[in-house]
């Protein structure tokens, strides 16, 4: 399925998210403090500017605020003390190449009718393995679970490689429902570790992954959080020992929040790492 771009209207939307007013009024007060100073030193300058310009003005400082609130959609941050970095970036997971980590429930399910054609699984069989699933099927090291058996350790990682020679790990974390599937903060804490401990064991200079849990767990889960949550958990493991040279987190045009980044950007600034 091929990624959505961004149109001009959703950047207006997030441009307005990102402090649009806030800045504008900001701007807006601070000309009316020069034109105020103005005015005590010669009022007559004041009242002889021409309607037109005080317009140009308020056309000129809407612009510059919007200008300077448009969503930035990449960054890169660098952790100056440990050979890691981490990167926020908006895309498409599947365009990124290889060392690219796919959410599947627990059961690895794989049938549309069990995962539903937007889930991550559903792009992965679609995109790499030219809709062919058995094929995908194939490439696990480990079959899904029979009808009777339990389902797979919660943070199960799977390497698996496409026909067009890329590759990258399935990890296990939701678990179904008959409404779906159910992710719990106590899942992804758990899950984690499992993951980075296999991130280490294949010695990847590069790990690319979406922010687990904003799935079918997003009814569960906030956004926010879930990304935040995440570089917490990958900041705690690699202090404790490196998993990767290289964290991207993607994250979809369709669930791009300014607000989301901001607080993700400020956060990796709290922790110690300096923007690229």
Known sequence: MAARRRGHLLVVKETYQNGLVATALAGLGGLGTVVGVVGLISPKLVSDIPIYVWLIFLVAVVLGSFVIR????????????????????????????????????????????????????????ERW??????????????????????????????????????YGWLFCLSTRTTDGSRTTWQDLAFSYDALWTAMRRENSSSVVVPVIGAGFARSQLPFNGLLLFLILSFHAASLERPVTKSLKIIVSHEEFDPRAFSAASKLLGYLGYKKA
């Open 70 to 125: 448009i969503p930035r959609t990449t960054g890169r941050f660098a952790f100056e003390p440990g050979p890691w970095a981490v990167e926020l970036a908006v895309g498409d997971l599947f365009d990124q190449g290889s060392g690219i980590v796919v959410t599947a429930d627990r059961r690895l399910s794989l049938g549309l009718d069990q995962t539903g054609p937007d889930s991550l699984i559903s792009q992965l069989a």
């Open 129 to 166: 393995f030219e809709h062919d699933r058995a094929k995908l099927r194939e490439e696990l090291a480990i079959a899904p679970p029979g009808p009777g058996d339990a389902d797979l350790p919660l943070g199960t990682t799977i390497r698996f490689s496409s026909p067009g020679g890329y």
